[in-house]
């Protein structure tokens, strides 16, 4: 076995090749993005979007009781003018 930590740890970042500087600045981003002090961090965009979810949920939901009192209105106004 070779231990290749003294030789990667030397290595500049602009030594690499322009892919692997690309990917590595990719794999720093998602890395910072679980930190809470990070701005539009993972865990605060789970949170907003479970959020919005239960929002337009409730919306559904009354939109759903308004249709069903119109319908349950117009059909006691229909049975009362029979």
């Not at 990070?38 to 929002?55: K, W």
């Not at 559904?60 to 049975?79: C, H, M, P």
């Amino acid at each position: 076995l070779v231990d290749l930590t003294e030789f990667i740890n030397g290595v500049e970042l602009t030594q690499l090749s322009e892919d692997a500087q690309t990917l590595i600045d990719d794999m720093n981003t998602q890395v910072d993005r679980l930190r809470p002090e990070t701005e539009n961090n993972l865990p605060d965009v789970i949170a907003q979007t479970v959020s919005e979810l239960n929002l337009e949920k409730q919306a559904r939901v009354d939109i759903e009781k308004g249709v069903f009192d119109l319908s349950a209105n117009y059909t006691n106004w229909r049975q009362e003018y029979e």
